[in-house]
T-cell receptor
């Protein structure tokens, strides 16, 4: 079946540290891949997406590359800020469907 | 552009009572989702509508949960009777038709069953 696996959190970093949150997926065909972010007290919002192999999604300094060979979509940021503290969800939409499937989320805590 | 509207924001009920949540998607969005997010977990899809038809309700506990989307716009999700394990945030989201388009989420309804 279709599923998403994320690294467990929380991930605790100091400000300006490098961030990687791992995400791997299982899906038939070529799914679309997404990272959503949930800031404290707010709803889910799209951070970035990639719709085909080798695409790189980017937004607000975050990047993720669609790697078909390793079925991965790891989230990276070169220098995190306190304001990046949130829960990050990796998600996919299987090919030829509208069904959005989420991973379990990874909490990021950034300290000054 | 107005976002996805949900109400109420918070609800506390006793077990075995009934409760209903309301969602108004973004205008023109044909696809509407209801998700259940239990504390510490990722959102789990309960039901997906395409206009006013159900596309997927495989994870909806149909003995107690029901949902409808009359006229293909607003939607309601009902739980009757509620159980303690139904305590969660219920998220509504909408998107345009294609599978690569992002889903826009409302702020959710936090349900506490006591």
């Amino acid at each position: 079946g279709n599923s998403v696996t994320q690294m467990e959190g929380p991930v605790t970093l100091s400000e300006e540290a490098f961030l990687t949150i791992n995400c791997t997926y299982t899906a038939t065909g070529y799914p679309s891949l997404f990272w959503y972010v949930q800031y404290p007290g707010e709803g889910l919002q799209l951070l970035l997406k990639a719709t085909k192999a080798d695409d790189k999604g980017s937004n607000k300094g975050f990047e993720a590359t669609y790697r078909k060979e390793t079925t991965s979509f790891h989230l990276e940021k070169g220098s995190v800020q306190v304001s990046d503290s949130a829960v990050y969800f990796c998600a996919l939409i299987p090919y030829n469907t509208d069904k959005l499937i989420f991973g379990t989320g990874t909490r990021l805590q950034v300290f000054p | 552009e107005a976002g996805v509207a949900q109400s109420p924001r918070y609800k506390i009920i006793e077990k075995r009572q009934s409760v209903a949540f309301w969602c108004n998607p973004i205008s023109g969005h044909a696809t509407l989702y209801w998700y259940q997010q239990i504390l510490g977990q990722g959102p789990k899809l309960l039901i997906q509508f395409q206009n006013n038809g159900v596309v997927d309700d495989s994870q909806l506990p149909k003995d107690r949960f029901s949902a409808e989307r009359l006229k293909g716009v607003d939607s309601t999700l009902k739980i009757q009777p509620a159980k303690l394990e139904d305590s969660a945030v219920y998220l509504c989201a909408s998107s345009s038709r294609t599978g690569t388009t992002e889903a826009f989420f409302g702020q959710g309804t936090r349900l506490t069953v006591v």
